[in-house]
C-alpha cells in the first residue's frame, strides 16, 4: 500500500514537471477557461492539486467526469483523446485487533487514491442540456479596439482554441474569446502581449529573438518574452487600462530577468526592442538607424 502512495505522488510530480518544461505559465492565463474545475454529474469542484492540473489543460469549460459516467449519459469518450489524473484523499480504519472501548473513535489513516477523467470536450454525445452556457459581460474597449485596428500589416486573427499565442511560420495570432477573461481589460493584455510578438515578424521589423529558432528558456526567447511583455505595459498604458495588469507584469518581468542570471543591461535593450514595436503597432514614425538600440544588450555602456 505504501509503494502504490508513493507511486501517485510520482505520477502527480510527472504531470507538473511536464508542464514547465513545456513552458506552460499558469499565472500568464488570465482567463478563467471555464471556471473552477468541477465535475458534471455531481457538481462538486474538485480540490487541492487537482485544480492546478486541470486548469492548466485549456479547455473552454473546466466540466470533467469519468468514463463510467460520460457512459451513463449515452455519451463516449472521442478516438486517440487521452484522461487526467485526479487524486483524492480517503481515510481508513487501522486493521488491528479490536482492543477500542465501544465509546472511542478507531484510529484512522489517510490514503492516497486517483482515478480518471475526460473533459467534456473530449467526449461525444453528452446530452447539451448536462452542460451548462458560460456567459460574462465583457465588453470591448473602443480604444483598444482602435489600436488593434489601426495596426499596419496585421497578423491573421483567429478565435479558435483556449489559448493565447502567436505563431510566425504563418503569422496567426489565436486568442481565447473575450467572455472567458476575468475581465475585459485582461483580455486586451494579453492580446497586446501576443501582438507584440507579432511585429517580430520578417515581413515587418525582422527582430532575430523571434524569427532566429531558439529553445524555451534560452536567452534569446528570454528577451523576446521581455519585449512582449514590457511592450504590452506600454500599450495598456496608451489605452488607460494599467489598472489591472502592471503589478502582475512587473512580478513577470522580474520573473525572466532572474531567468537572465541578472543581466540587469537586457531590461535596456529589451525596452528598446518594445518601444520600437509599440511605435509600430501605433503606426508612430520609426527612429532612423543610426539612432536605433544596440544589437546585442553586452554593447550597452556601464
Not at 493584455?189 to 507579432?198: D, I, K, N, R, Y
Request: charged share 25%; glycine share 6%.
Amino acid at each position: 500500500m505504501e509503494q502504490n502512495k508513493i507511486d501517485i505522488y510520482q505520477m502527480v510530480t510527472d504531470k507538473i514537471i511536464a508542464l514547465l518544461e513545456n513552458g506552460t505559465i499558469p499565472w500568464r492565463k488570465p482567463w478563467t477557461d471555464g471556471g473552477l474545475p468541477k465535475n458534471l454529474i455531481t457538481g462538486k469542484p474538485y480540490r487541492g492539486v487537482n485544480v492546478f492540473l486541470l486548469a492548466s489543460l485549456g479547455y473552454a469549460q473546466n466540466l470533467f467526469l469519468t468514463f463510467e459516467q460520460a457512459k451513463a449519459l449515452g455519451g463516449s469518450i472521442k478516438k486517440g483523446e487521452k484522461s487526467q489524473l485526479v487524486v483524492f484523499w480517503k481515510w481508513i480504519d487501522i486493521k488491528n485487533p479490536d482492543t477500542t472501548p465501544p465509546d472511542e473513535k478507531k484510529k484512522q489513516k489517510p490514503m492516497l487514491r486517483y482515478y480518471h477523467v475526460f473533459n467534456v470536450a473530449q467526449c461525444n454525445g453528452i446530452p447539451e442540456d448536462r452542460i451548462p452556457v458560460i456567459t460574462r459581460p465583457n465588453e470591448p474597449i473602443g480604444v483598444c479596439e482602435g489600436i488593434v485596428a489601426e495596426m499596419p500589416n496585421k497578423p491573421t486573427f483567429q478565435h479558435v482554441e483556449n489559448e493565447a499565442y502567436y505563431i510566425p511560420a504563418t503569422d496567426i495570432l489565436n486568442m481565447p474569446d473575450i467572455e472567458y477573461f476575468i475581465e475585459s481589460e485582461a483580455y486586451y493584455a494579453t492580446l497586446f502581449h501576443e501582438l507584440l510578438h507579432s511585429t517580430g515578424h520578417k515581413d515587418r521589423l525582422n527582430r532575430k529573438e523571434l524569427v532566429e529558432p531558439t529553445q524555451f528558456g534560452s536567452y534569446s526567447y528570454s528577451t523576446e518574452e521581455l519585449v512582449a511583455e514590457i511592450g504590452s505595459c506600454y500599450l495598456q498604458s496608451y489605452a488607460g487600462i494599467v489598472k489591472n495588469d502592471m503589478a502582475n507584469s512587473a512580478a513577470y518581468i522580474q520573473g525572466w530577468l532572474g531567468k537572465l542570471k541578472s543581466d540587469k543591461r537586457v531590461i535596456i535593450y529589451a525596452s528598446g526592442l518594445a518601444q520600437r514595436a509599440t511605435d509600430y503597432i501605433l503606426n508612430a514614425p520609426q527612429p532612423q538607424k543610426e539612432e536605433r538600440i544596440q544589437e546585442e544588450p553586452q554593447m550597452v555602456a556601464v
